[in-house]
């Protein structure tokens, strides 16, 4: 499968709001974004250069197809672009591990059979790399957000201003945080080659609140991490959130065709976005976070459209993995 990155680059700070109004000496996080604020921006930006495209709406993506975000450093080895981990890894020491599957008389168990596993890492991506590295069966090393030294949380201080005025609004003070890279970014995937040829003639676009310049480039990705795994046991881990018919699964219980036998890391994840025309969120969708494992079993059916309900705007794509069984029930 062909594959080109967007890399969004920021020239300063970067931030996104929580979908919530907040008051004075309020404190407001600066999350993870979601998928929406890139559209927006490259969709403006596109439409600035005046470009022949469909823009979609609100809930239709149209021409552009993009999947992510991720996040990315700029390395003296290219880019090393890092992917949410997936919810079944945990650590021994400083080895990293995927969950085997007990089946038991009542189904099939994720475990940790060593009792020094840590229960619960801090790592939370994953590089391409080192993906391609777990995907063999190799050993490989996770990312942490915390103690990554091109990405970093900070804090500001804002006041908010009377409308159309220069003052103050009286004890309108409240706190933000944001992300600041130092050398490196958000990136969104996609393998459609129109929204490869469109992103290609954009240099940069404003993005997050406060609507701030970021550097945009396009480049191929040479990576088999996308392809299906030629195993007997496979699972599949969401790198994007999915929205399921069932909740937490689909309500088939099956995915690409494969009946679930069990999950791990299924954790509902509340998505929107800010409409700015509106002034106020746009529809809130509940997804399952990036991360959550799957453990298929045997074929069950050959429809492979019992996936995210929502495929727009890059939700539900995912990453095949093997998995192995602790031991016979």
Not at 298 to 313: I, T, V, W, Y
């Amino acid at each position: 499968m062909k594959l080109w990155g967007i890399f969004f680059e920021p020239e300063d700070w970067v931030g996104f709001r929580e979908v919530r109004s907040f008051s004075f000496s309020d404190r407001v996080e600066s999350v993870f974004p979601t998928s929406f604020p890139f559209y927006g921006a490259v969709r403006t930006a596109l439409m600035r250069r005046g470009k022949d495209f469909d823009p979609g709406d609100s809930e239709r993506a149209g021409t552009i197809r993009m999947f992510g975000p991720f996040i990315f450093e700029n390395t003296s080895d290219g880019k090393k672009i890092c992917f949410p981990i997936p919810k079944n890894v945990y650590k021994v020491g400083d080895e990293y591990k995927t969950m085997p599957v007990l089946e038991t008389e009542e189904g099939f168990l994720p475990w940790k059979p060593e009792l020094d596993a840590d229960s619960k890492i801090e790592e939370d991506f994953i590089e391409l790399r080192e993906l391609e590295r777990m995907r063999k069966g190799e050993s490989f090393k996770a990312v942490s957000l915390k103690h990554a030294e091109f990405v970093a949380r900070e804090t500001r201080v804002g006041i908010a201003l009377e409308t159309d005025k220069k003052r103050a609004r009286e004890r309108m003070i409240y706190s933000i945080s944001y992300y600041r890279f130092r050398n490196g970014g958000f990136v969104m995937l996609t393998d459609d080659e129109r929204t490869a040829e469109l992103i290609s003639e954009i240099e940069g676009v404003f993005l997050g609140f406060r609507s701030r310049w970021v550097n945009v480039e396009i480049e191929e990705i040479k990576t088999d991490v996308f392809d299906p795994l030629e195993k007997e046991n496979v699972a599949v881990y969401l790198v994007t959130p999915a929205v399921f018919s069932g909740g937490g699964v689909p309500s088939s219980r099956t995915l690409v065709g494969r009946k679930i036998l069990t999950t791990v890391g299924v954790r509902k994840l509340p998505v929107s976005g800010w409409d700015l025309q509106k002034k106020m969120p746009k529809k809130i969708y509940h997804a399952v976070s990036p991360g959550a494992v799957y453990y298929l079993g045997d074929k069950a059916n050959e429809n492979e459209h019992e996936e995210s309900e929502l495929r727009d705007f890059g939700f539900g794509r995912y990453v095949f993995m093997e998995w192995k069984k602790l031991r016979e029930g």
